[in-house]
């Protein structure tokens, strides 16, 4: 399968400047749910900001109706 990098980089928020991942969807995915996390496109900007992409973040997120 081609990467459409250039145009996942439409869609990503990821905040952290020194990502190697950005745009390569396949392998940001592979990379946070090997440390029990999601990637920074499942959370709004103002809590993808805080790096806390883990599963508990993103449940409590659920649960108060924010995602």
């Known amino acids: 399968m081609e990467c459409r990098k250039a145009?996942?980089?439409k869609?990503?928020?990821c905040s952290y400047p020194g990502c190697s991942k950005k745009g390569v969807c396949c392998e940001c995915l592979?990379?946070?749910?090997d440390m029990r996390q999601l990637p920074a496109c499942c959370f709004p900007d103002n809590v993808?900001?805080?790096?806390?992409?883990s599963f508990e973040r993103f449940a409590?997120?659920?649960n108060a109706?924010?995602?």
């Not at 592979?30 to 749910?33: A, I, N, T």
């Not at 993808?48 to 992409?53: A, L, P, V």
């Open 7 to 9: 145009a996942n980089m």
């Open 11 to 13: 869609n990503c928020n």
């Open 30 to 33: 592979r990379y946070h749910l």
């Open 48 to 53: 993808e900001r805080t790096y806390d992409r």
């Open 60 to 62: 409590a997120l659920v």
């Open 65 to 67: 109706g924010s995602v």
